[in-house]
């Protein structure tokens, strides 16, 4: 945690005060600062504490989710003694974040593969289309994403040489559809192209979907052979399996496995093998699938780890096998902020298939660390229990930050260890590029505080803290200005679409702060309730609002694939 002394007085607002105050004869009347046109914050800082990640460990154990927080959808590769990990992003910006690790187990980001603004366009988008499950392959020194842009574009890949970037722009696959693309490099030299697309003919029910494969020619991607039906909606098609998705596919001992995601993304979630002696199929579902899944657990357990699947698989150098895998933590029923989470665990090998989990398997919270040589944590602790100050004293923010869509402009910059961000017109619920931005809430048991500097120009101007899942769920505390032009703490709620975009405000209360001061604003979550507070800098929090529904952020209420994001705004008239 880094800590610095700062003279906020020294600030424009303040000295223009102090100036006044020093000059004007006795009998004058005091003249208010001028209004802000930016909000300059200090500090953010992030605290989580969950009673999972109390448990204690042994020196050859570690915490199970490895990524905890909104990182869905994870695909892993392994090049010589490291391994590189991506995860979903949808339309937060920069996007489809790349990690790296030599242990399985610590992980640090090293870069976005979405990181300029002409790569893709969001615009218009909510905030859970845009970039889904991306695939992460190595072949002959290059990098590969594979990767579909929801409404924006529709499937394409992306090359580096180094994953941490830069990344080559979007070349576009106009002949693959659907979603959730993955890339087979056979040992051949051929190349082939998995995703999850419609069905042949008209789909039996809803939710039928089913994986297609082609090969592609290995430098221009151009397709070579007709794509093939490798699952026709699962393993059992009289079952009416859902949402088939996320296949991967690997050679192993001469035979082909391909691997899937069925059930959808909820708690009937799971992960399925299929088998066949060509990489063009036919391909025979194994009898003994699922092969993850915690659905055949009884609801009511303690801790619960569920929803999971969208599994990928790695080798470490000893031949051991490992999965990574998205799961949820839910507070209470399926209820979750923190949105899908990374989990790893090792893999079995039975009758000639991977097995994640037998039935009746649960989860841990802790497992056994990989045999393999520890490395430092990451800078950013990414699981377990701790407290984290982003000081915005480095010369560009940090990778972990995100905003809404892809900006036109920043609008923000990092400037004497503050971040200064610009007013705009467009409010949090605005389906633009509001002023905000946020980093990932990790724990059900959260908090993130900010010190916030802002003069309002009158009750439309706005700045602080919010917890944000998307533009129709949400929480914003402000500093802004009554009627009357007095300095107030105002909390909006929006919960719903049907609901004004600008928010419905919950209260209003007389700030702890003269115009031209400092203001501390503090979020703090706990499970299906958010608290809310105000403190002057050396004062010690009052609450604003508190037991507030934190029920609204889930995934269950608000939809969509993200997680809460705990971050800083600004705005003028949110109209």
């Keep these: 945690m880094k800590t610095r002394v700062r003279n906020w007085r020294s600030a424009a607002g303040i000295g223009a005060l102090v100036l006044a105050v020093a000059c004007a004869p006795a009998d004058a009347p005091i003249s208010p600062p001028p209004a802000s046109a930016e909000a300059r914050f200090a500090y953010l800082t992030y605290s989580g504490s969950d009673l999972i990640f109390d448990l204690p460990l042994s020196g050859g154990q570690a915490r199970n989710p490895i990524l905890a927080g909104y990182y869905p959808d994870p695909s892993i590769v392994k090049v010589d003694e490291d391994y590189y990990l991506v995860n979903s992003s949808f339309t937060h910006y920069p996007g489809i ?40 392959e190595f072949h002959d020194g290059l990098f590969y994403v594979i990767n579909t842009c929801v409404d924006c574009g529709g499937n394409f890949i992306v090359t580096a040489t180094d994953p941490a970037g830069p990344w080559s722009d979007p070349l576009w696959l106009p002949h693959v559809g659907g979603i959730d693309p993955s890339l087979f490099f056979d040992e051949d030299g051929k190349l082939y192209i998995l995703n999850n697309d419609a069905p042949e003919g008209e789909p039996l029910y809803q939710g039928h979907r089913a994986v297609w494969i082609r090969e592609v020619d290995p430098e221009s991607f151009a397709q070579v052979s007709e794509p093939v039906v ?30 899937a995601a069925e059930g959808g993304t909820g708690p009937q979630h799971s992960q399925v093998i299929l088998t066949a002696e060509s990489p063009l199929g036919p391909f025979t579902p194994h009898p003994d699938n699922p092969v993850l899944t915690q659905r055949d657990l009884p609801e009511d357990r303690p801790e619960p780890i569920t929803s999971v699947g969208h599994a990928d698989f790695t080798q470490d150098s000893d031949g051991n096998w490992w999965a990574v895998f ?49 490395q430092p944590g990451a800078p950013l602790p990414l699981t377990g229990n701790f407290t984290y100050t982003d000081a915005f004293d480095e010369e560009a923010l940090p990778l ?13 910059r990092l400037e004497n260890g503050e971040l200064v961000l610009e007013k705009r017109a467009e409010g949090v619920g605005n389906p633009g590029h509001p002023s905000f931005l946020g980093r990932r809430q990790q724990h059900m048991n959260a908090e993130a505080y900010t010190e916030v500097l802002f003069v309002p120009g009158d009750s439309d101007d706005e700045a602080g803290i919010a917890a944000f899942q998307n533009d129709a769920a949400y929480y914003t505390l402000g500093l802004s200005l009554d009627e009357d032009g007095a300095p107030v703490v105002r909390l909006r709620k929006r919960a719903s679409v049907d609901t004004d975009p600008d928010g419905e405000i919950i209260t209003e209360v007389p700030a702890l702060a003269a115009p031209g001061e400092p203001l501390k604003l503090k979020i703090a979550a706990h499970g299906p309730e958010v608290d809310f507070y105000q403190a002057s ?8 609002a508190l037991g507030e529904d934190g029920t609204i952020l889930s995934t269950e209420k608000a939809g969509g694939f993200v997680g809460t994001l705990l971050g800083v705004y600004a705005q003028s008239d949110p109209d």
């Design 400 to 412: 972990h930050w995100l905003t809404v869509r892809i900006p036109s402009e920043d609008g923000y």
């Design 97 to 136: 974040p790349v990690f790296h690790s030599r242990d399985l187990i610590n992980w640090t980001q090293i870069g976005n593969v979405i990181d300029r603004p002409d790569m893709l366009d969001f615009s218009g988008l909510t905030v859970s289309r845009g970039v889904f499950a991306p695939t992460i």
């Design 537 to 544: 800098p050396e004062g010690v929090w009052q609450p604003v």
């Design 326 to 374: 998205l799961g949820t933590r839910p507070y209470q029923g399926n209820e979750y902020n923190t949105g899908r989470e990374t989990f790893l665990m090792p893999v079995t090998w039975e009758n000639g298939i991977p097995r994640i989990t037998a039935p009746g398997d649960v989860i841990p919270h802790v497992i056994d660390r990989p045999a393999l040589p520890a």
């Design 230 to 259: 490798a699952v026709n909606g699962g393993v059992d098609l009289s079952q009416k399996p859902v949402w088939i998705e996320g296949p991967h596919l690997y050679k192993v001992d001469g035979k082909y496995l391909l691997s």
